[in-house]
């Protein structure tokens, strides 16, 4: 197998096992702005947990993109798993598909939710009139967050783990 073995006991890689941790950690912090946001009313507050999830996110998944196209071969890691076949469709294979299914419209959706409220609240930011827009949005972002990463938890499991 290719790559940095990771640190989970699994057959994953390094940067597997650090994007794996890194959703268990944004998924909480998720609840956390939204309940700051919603309950509390700290604006400021969500406004820096929202960006520091994004730049947590950014890093770990642009290391972990450079890692399966240049140093990893999940398919090799996978070969251990009951559920992975590298001939044909298998459960690994659909899991993979429907984490992409989450994953990629919700990094677009959360980038467009974040750049819209960068550039449409006010600062300090406070309700204003994209309040509804972005509350709808924003709903929809951490719905897709929150399923990219029970999808991605599942792969991991079936691929590597299992």
Not at 46 to 67: C, N, P, T, W, Y
Not at 103 to 119: E, K, Y
């Amino acid at each position: 197998m290719n790559g940095i073995n990771g640190f989970l006991g699994t057959r994953a890689s390094l940067m597997l096992d650090v994007v794996f941790l890194a959703m268990f950690a944004i998924v909480p912090l998720l609840s956390l702005s939204l309940y700051c946001v919603k309950r509390r009313l700290r604006y400021g507050l969500h406004k820096r947990l929202q960006l520091g999830m994004a730049a947590i996110l950014l890093v770990a998944v642009s290391l972990f993109e450079l890692d399966m196209r240049l140093f990893t071969d999940w398919r090799a890691r996978a070969a251990g798993s009951p559920y992975y076949s590298a001939d044909g469709w298998s459960l690994v294979w659909a899991s993979l598909t429907v984490h992409l299914g989450f994953a990629v419209p919700t990094l677009v959706l959360w980038i467009a939710v974040i750049a819209l409220a960068w550039r449409r609240f006010p600062t300090p930011p406070r309700p204003a009139s994209h309040s509804e827009t972005h509350r709808v949005l924003g709903w929809l972002a951490a719905i897709g967050m929150t399923m990219t990463a029970a999808t991605g938890w599942l792969f991991y499991w079936l691929a590597f783990a299992a």
